[in-house]
């Protein structure tokens, strides 16, 4: 089985740009997971999903993050305009409701 | 804010030796822990997970949980230098939700 599937692997753009990674969750997980990680703050949640559905964004930074989730097996994150303090790398999860998160390889993202 | 918290390290270990790393958390209302190993570059990868107070063994792992005292800990038996990695603790928040500790850097020396 292909785990979590993410895109681009690495990104590299100019303050200002828009940015959007990519996910594909594992199939028949209905749960969807976006983390940022830097060396300062760590593993931090962004967004999740259920049932494609947005559950808690508390953690989206600003209004320049969204997250979508059109269906079971894609959700994209956006970043816009972005800025050199979105330098991070980017994970997806998946999971089955409270079980188990599987991370995908993650989103090296440098925005210059 | 709820807290997961953990020594960042580095925990220096030698090879053979137990390696012990531990974890505290805020809310006492947690229900569900893990541990998560993440190489340098790699994503988190799940190594234990844990629900009930005591032991939990899986080869050379053994997660142990203190609820009382809102304490989890991983033990690592006859460590290998392939588990020097950084080792992330997490605790179910809100829904469905992860809280991660910042991680302890851990390195077995040969």
């Known amino acids: 089985d292909a785990g979590v599937i993410q895109s681009p692997r690495h990104e590299v753009t100019e303050m200002g740009q828009e940015v959007t990674l990519r996910c594909k969750p594992i199939?028949?997980?209905?749960?969807l997971f976006w983390y940022r990680q830097t060396m300062m703050r760590g593993l931090e949640l962004l967004i999740y999903?259920?049932?494609?559905?947005?559950?808690?964004d508390s953690g989206m930074p600003e209004d320049r993050f969204s997250a979508k989730m059109p269906n079971a097996s894609f959700s994209t994150l956006k970043i816009q305009p972005s800025e050199p303090r979105d330098s991070a790398v980017y994970f997806c999860a998946s999971g089955r409701e409270a079980d188990t998160q599987y991370f995908g390889p993650g989103t090296r993202l440098t925005v210059l | 804010q709820k807290e997961v918290e953990q020594n960042s390290g580095p925990l220096s270990v030698p090879e053979g030796a137990i390696a012990s790393l531990n974890c505290t958390y805020s809310?006492?209302?947690?229900?569900?822990f893990f541990w998560y190993r993440q190489y340098s570059g790699k994503s988190p990868e799940l190594i234990m997970s844990i629900y009930s107070n005591g032991d939990k063994e899986d080869g050379r792992f053994t997660a142990q949980l203190n609820k009382a005292s809102q304490y989890v800990s991983l033990l690592i038996r006859d460590s290998q230098p392939s588990d020097s990695a950084t080792y992330l603790c997490?605790?179910?928040?809100?829904?469905?939700?992860?809280?991660f500790g910042k991680g302890t850097s851990l390195l077995v020396t040969p």
């Open positions: 199939s028949g997980h209905n749960s």
């Open positions: 997490a605790v179910n928040g809100p829904g469905y939700a992860l809280n």
């Open positions: 809310d006492r209302g947690s229900q569900s």
């Open positions: 999903f259920n049932n494609n559905v947005p559950i808690d």
